[in-house]
């Protein structure tokens, strides 16, 4: 079936970087876009960026603009995003997801629980 | 970036009828879609292309566009529809994406 699924937890320290991985299985990889949404705990779901599996483009919100990197790896047939500089409040559960039809995210991967403190 | 608005909580009694709404400027130009999202779990489509369900989805939830405003509508809300509700669309340059600040929906 298709699905992604994200690496596990981490405990990072501020001013870190951490990578999170998003493998993707059961659908041909490069035909859809990957978006990646965090969520700080009890808040709304807050969009991050993108990339065009197929080459490789990026977009970044420009709250994380300076501080994030989106890259692929088409061989392994997984995402990757990268945040740079972490503070306390990057304290998140990370998400890829699949952009589907109008815009819509139709798979989504099981979410990556990212602690930063000291 | 545009900004999405949505009410920050709604109730609704057991069978009876709720409309969330969800309002900014790019819902003009850009499809809107609906996300449901439980306590600990990833969310899940429930409308998109403004009114289209994905498979696996009851018919109960229905969704519609007017001007800068799209509304998800449940018609004879379960218990198990008590969540919270996201609106999502692309910000008025089309470049990024974003999302409504959620309603929590509770079943009464």
């Known amino acids: 079936q298709v699905q992604l699924v994200q690496s596990g937890a981490e405990v990072k320290k501020p001013g870190a970087s951490v990578k999170v991985s998003c493998k993707a299985s059961?659908?041909?990889?490069?035909?859809?876009?990957i978006h990646w949404v965090r969520q700080a705990p009890g808040q709304r779901l807050e969009w991050m960026g993108w990339?065009?599996?197929?080459?490789?483009?990026?977009k970044y919100s420009q709250k994380f603009q300076d501080r994030v990197t989106i890259t692929r790896d088409t061989s392994a047939t997984t995402a990757y995003m990268e945040l740079n500089s972490l503070r306390s409040e990057d304290t998140a559960v990370y998400y890829c997801a699949r952009l589907w039809l109008d815009d819509a995210f139709d798979v989504w991967g099981q979410g990556t629980m990212v602690t930063v403190s000291s | 970036s545009s900004e999405l608005t949505q009410d920050p909580a709604v109730s609704v009694a057991l069978g009876q009828t709720v409309t969330i709404t969800c309002q900014g400027d790019s819902l003009r130009t850009f499809f809107a879609n609906w996300y449901q999202q439980k306590p600990g779990q990833a969310p899940i489509l429930v409308i998109y292309?403004?009114?289209n369900r994905p498979s696996g989805v009851p018919d109960r939830f229905s969704g519609s566009r007017s001007g800068n405003t799209v509304s998800l509508t449940i018609t004879g809300t379960q218990a198990e529809d008590e969540a919270d509700y996201y609106c999502y669309c692309r910000d008025r340059s089309g470049n990024h994406g974003v999302f409504g600040g959620g309603t929590k929906l509770t079943v009464l």
């Open positions: 990339i065009n599996i197929v080459n490789g483009n990026t």
């Open positions: 292309g403004e009114n």
């Open positions: 059961g659908y041909t990889f490069t035909y859809y876009a």
